[in-house]
């Protein structure tokens, strides 16, 4: 029984991955199994007996003893070092008990030894009686078998021991390892389709990303969005969300399994992915191919991806009291800004926003939603005379401002704030006229202030690792296939890129990030692909207003806007429960629609005639932007148009070609 036993510890300690369990022996000098030969002879012949053999005839007891007891001893005090549990203990015990037992018997073996010559035949007796001896004593150390010429079976290690193994190989491997075959720098949308992209191209790929953020990569557009919108505060506690046809869904992209601890990622023989969280990369050394975490850790790499994403941009006003002022305002961009911000409105509190772009308007409507829920108010506050007032013209911004009043907002268009200061606890914020019709009152008071006014990219790497940016746009500048510098690429917000129909530009919006991630994942692994892509983007403001856009979007350039009465079916909403997707991005429906009966286009007779149409955005009579009003799965048709370059004279036939049945026409001559 105690031979097996032995067995058992033996087996267990080759279940040790083989470069540490070396590596211990080494460092404490444990290992010194017996390889001397012991040397008898027998009729003039010698016969060498070494502890290394692998014969069946080959081993002596003395050497198979030896061997044993090293081995026993170094398992023991391995054991012993790896803190392991009672039972492998016990083990040792029991082999040190036998090693000593042992030992009597070595000293008899190497006295017994034969040195003087025999006769043929007795001799050939002493052989094969000491071949028979020798199988015994190995016997003794091997499971019985039920078949004489049948091999000793092995003994299977127990589920406890295989996963004690595996804790004791834990302790040795790092935590971060120190070399990745691919480096994503950020955890966001475009690192996410870069490495989908590069275990696509290169299935046993070694991906490592490092992210400042504690959460594995995950979708920002429900942060202003969805998850507002979903009534159930469990759901929202687990970070879920119901879209608008029920369906719930998680924020992250994947789910916990499919990536890999980064201590493992090299272990792994079919690749993986492996997300180190709470890290951030300091510094570049392109030369050298390693990167400098915030921990002082060095990682080697093959290759690189920058997809730094941005974050937010704050006010100069807020930024002279930021100190008094930091706990009672949000610059919002993740997932912890949003527990934030949805635990103060919870409590009905007054929360301003400051801002009227996407993220601004989208988050008014979303905090409109709640204090129906749970009380408060919701104010916002912005310079242009109309929400998205710098992407629509004037006409469509006014009718959309007044829908989100209808949503329980208190908006204040045409006003900045010019002082920032805490006040009995609340956030006093002084309010300037940006034009004649501006605010009544000097003063705004609020529990909380929530600023979005837009995003700057994340280039401090660029200044401590000598990357060249865009001094108009901001970004990395990198070449057609998204390089920035020998083996280091960018991609997502961060990137300035060379946009082939409207030349060098820098955008912030999820599908940039999916389609930019993807191309620069498929050139790291040699595709050499240039970037042509027209991104699209869109926005919610609720259930029943969306738009999605192509192109250059410029309220100051020349539009022009087909306009119809929207039906049930032209909501985001309905749009969401027929596609069951509330992420819009790319489409490939490249197929030109058959157009309706051309009517006469009229100027709409009242504000309800927009709610639905297209907005074309013109140079010189070229389209050089397309943007659907509650109208979706067109922007193929609009990429195809901005791509034509040919200038446009019969608005009707537009009209058809994104089946709307128009009833109105509005224009401007904004040059």
Known sequence: MRNIRFVNLI????????????????????????TKAVVS?????????????????????????????????????????????????????????????????????????????????????????KSQESNSSLEQTKPISTEENNPPEEAVPTEGELRAAKLDEEKFLPEIPSH?????????????????????????????????????????????????MTDDDELIKQLKFKQYNGNERSLFFLEDEFYVQPKYLNEQENGGVAILTGKRVEQIDVQNKTVKLNNNWEVAFDKCLIATGGRPRNLPVFEKSWEKIKNRVTLFRNIEDFKKLYSIAKEGKTIAI?????????????????????????????????????????????????????????????????????????????????????????????????????????????????????????????????????????????????????????????????????????????????????????????????????GLIDSSLQTVGLFAKAEEVDTPKAQVQESNESLRSEIKDTQLPEGGQTSELKAPKSMDEYGKGVILYLKNETIVGVLTWNVFKRIAIARQLIQSQEKVTNFAEMAKLFRINATGLEGDSSN
């Open 11 to 34: 087996q267990r300690l080759n279940t040790l991955n083989y470069k540490n369990s070396s590596a211990i022996l080494k460092q404490t000098n444990l290992l010194r199994v017996n």
């Open 41 to 129: 002879h027998s009729n003039g012949q010698t016969r060498q007996y070494s502890s290394s053999s692998q014969g069946k005839f080959d081993f002596s007891r003395t050497s198979i003893i030896y061997t044993l007891f090293g081995a026993s001893i170094a398992g023991g005090i391995t054991i012993f070092m790896l803190n392991s549990d009672n039972r492998l203990a016990s083990v040792k015990a029991h082999t040190q008990e036998k090693v000593e037992q042992s030992e009597p018997k070595l000293e008899e073996e190497i006295v017994s030894e034969p040195t003087e010559k025999q006769p043929e035949n007795e001799t050939s007796n002493k052989a094969s009686e």
């Open 180 to 228: 990745a075959q691919y480096l994503i720098v950020g955890g966001g949308t475009a690192a996410m389709a870069a490495f989908k992209a590069i275990r696509a191209n290169d299935p046993t790929a070694r991906i490592l990303v490092v992210t400042e953020e504690d959460y594995k990569p995950y979708m920002r557009p429900p942060l202003s969005k969805d998850l507002w």
């Open 354 to 550: 400051v801002g009227g772009g996407f993220l601004g308007s989208e988050l008014a409507c979303a905090l409109g939603h709640v204090s129906k829920k749970f009380g408060g108010k919701v104010i916002q506050v912005f310079p242009e005379s109309g929400i998205l007032g710098k992407i629509l013209p004037e006409y469509l911004s006014e009718w959309t401002t007044s829908k989100v009043r209808k949503e329980g907002v208190t908006v204040i268009p045409n006003a900045s704030i010019n002082k920032a200061q805490l006040n009995d606890e609340k956030v006093e914020l002084g309010l300037q006229a940006t034009k004649d019709n501006g605010p009544h009152a000097n003063w705004l008071m609020a529990d909380h202030v929530v600023v979005a006014v837009g995003l700057e990219p994340n280039v401090e790497l660029a200044q401590k690792s000598g990357f060249e940016t865009d001094p108009k746009f901001g970004g990395y500048l990198v070449n057609a296939e998204l390089q920035a510098r020998n083996n280091i690429w960018v991609a997502g917000d961060a990137a300035c890129f060379f946009d082939i129909k409207l030349g060098r530009r820098r955008v912030e919006h999820h599908d940039h990030a999916v389609v930019s991630g993807r191309l620069a994942g498929e050139n790291m692994t040699g595709a050499a692909k240039p970037y042509w892509h027209q991104s699209m983007f869109w926005s919610d403001l609720g259930p029943k207003i969306g738009f999605e856009a192509i």
